[in-house]
Structures are given as C-alpha cells and as structure tokens.
C-alpha cells in the first residue's frame, strides 16, 4: 500500500542536479510498473491501495490506465467511472468489442479535472481515496501543471511533493490529491473531448430521424492518418445534406461514430467507391488502422 499525505514522499538523499532528475523519473517508472497489475479487486473497482497515474493523451485528456480485476467487466467498470461503454471503446479502440476481454487487460480512463480531490481538508475519511499522481510531459512547467491542468495553487503543490526548485523533468511523477474510491458521477465525465461530442452528436442524430428519410450505405471510408492531434468529429460526403449528422459503424470492430458533415466529397479526388471521408478522431474511435476500411453508413435527408 502506497499511501501520500501532504508532508509524506519518499527523498532522494542523492545529491547533484543531474543524479537527482534520474532519480525522480527512476522512481516514477518502478511505481508505474508496479501499478501495472490488477485496479481494484473483485469488489471494488478502486481500492485505497490503488495508486492513479494520470497521463495527458494526444487529444488533451487526462487518462489513467485501469488494469481489469478476475470478476470486473468493462460495462461495470464503465458506470464506475461515470461513463457509457461507448465512450470506453472510443478512447480504447484497440479494444475488440465483439471478443473476450481478457483479466489484466489495460483500459484507458478519462478521469475529469473535479473529481481529483486537491485540498486534504475536503477529504471527508481518508481510508475512501486512492492517492492521484500525475506524470509528468516533455514540455511541461510547473506553473502549467499547477495552473492551467489541475488548478492547485503553486505553494501547495511545491510542499506536497518536497520540491527543492520549481523546475520538473518528463517522466517524473507529482502527487497531486486523492479521487474516490466510491467512483466519478457521469455529470463529471462531459467534459473531456471524445464525451462531449460523442454525447452531443448522438443525440442529434436520434433527432433528425423524425424529420427525414434513412438511407444506408456500404463501401469504403477514407482518411488521412498522418495526420494527428487533431479532435474534430467532421466527415464529407457525396449526398448526405451538409450540416447534418451520420452514423458510422465499423463492422469488423462492432464500433459506432457519429459525425457532422462539413461538406461534400470532391469530384475526382477519391475513388468511386469511397462513400466518405473522415476525419483522424472519427477514424479513430471506429478503430481504423488503415487509410481505407470498409464501414457503413447511415444518415437522413
């Protein structure tokens, strides 16, 4: 049991700049590892002995990674976390949805901004919150950890964490408060960027089916996949009305996207059996690995 209360770190008695960023980021990594096996236990998908390791992903998440306990499903570890199944395949689109998940399988979590808890007084009893660390990002200052990604003001993340200067090496891990281990209610998980769209396309697309028409397509969706970092959810397509939304299903992965159409596919700049294109996070949640894959659509005019 790992357990970090403010005035509590493991110090390095190691002196020198240099030894001491190996250190840092030594330590992050053996306890990484070690959190690399089962969350939780066949009761609780979050156990105070559980240590969260928050990581930013390429669209600007913050995401942890939820190692499946024998007797946990990813249905239930989904309404844990506050989230639709959905939302889990989307940011896991390694994830096959129609196969066995396996014990011991890594999935990805967002974890919200307000469901870290940041003040020790605003924990109500200790022995309900699992410890939350962040690792640190090329790049990254300790003003904007602070700051602009968690909002803890800059003296107590300095104490909480023993720092002897404000500067921060990638790889190295910063306790930054506690989440609960009785879960994230679903109202904290719209925020981040696959929810909201996802949530909010959706719905629209239930919406247009009592003002038109459904047609339903077969063929191949295109997109660019060196193109990265990018978080729209648009698409472009031949006669689906521009401003409109349309559902996606990739049928060899059992995932369902839905995107609003920008535009109309040129004439001459894919082949005819390209029946739209994609944007790289559409792509994405639909678990595309090649520029081309097979999918089939539906919309309403």
Known sequence: MWWLVDGQQPKSHITGKTMK??????????????????????????????????QVDEMGNKVFLHH??????LYSMARFYGLKIETIFAFNPNINAAGPIPQGLSVKV???????????????????YAPVMYVVKR???????????????????????????????????????????????????IGNSLGVPTHSLSFIFQTEKAAGTMYSQNGAAYWQREKKGATDFYALHRTAPVGSVIQITNPMKRKVAYAKVIGKI????????????????????LGAKDPRFFVEVQYFR
Do not use: M
Not at 68 to 73: F, I, V
Not at 110 to 128: G, M, T, W, Y
Not at 266 to 285: E, F, N, Q
């Open 21 to 54: 960023k190996h250190f840092l980021t030594l330590t992050c990594w053996v306890l990484l590892s070690l959190s690399a096996q089962a969350t939780g236990d066949s009761l609780q998908y979050l156990t105070p002995k559980d240590t969260v390791f928050l």
């Open 139 to 189: 790049g990254d200052t300790f003003y904007h950890i602070a700051k602009t990604c968690f909002g803890v003001p800059l003296d107590t993340l300095y104490k909480r964490n023993h720092l002897s200067s404000f500067i921060v090496h990638e790889g190295q891990c910063l306790f930054i408060g506690w989440l609960s281990t009785a879960g994230i209610a679903d109202s904290l998980q």
């Open 266 to 285: 040129p004439d001459r700049a894919y082949g005819d059996d390209v029946i739209v294109v994609l944007s790289p996070s559409i792509a994405k949640l």
């Open 110 to 128: 967002p974890i919200p901004n307000p469901a870290v808890v940041k003040c020790r007084d605003s924990l109500h009893a200790r022995e309900h």
């Open 68 to 73: 499946l306990e024998k007797g946990q499903t």
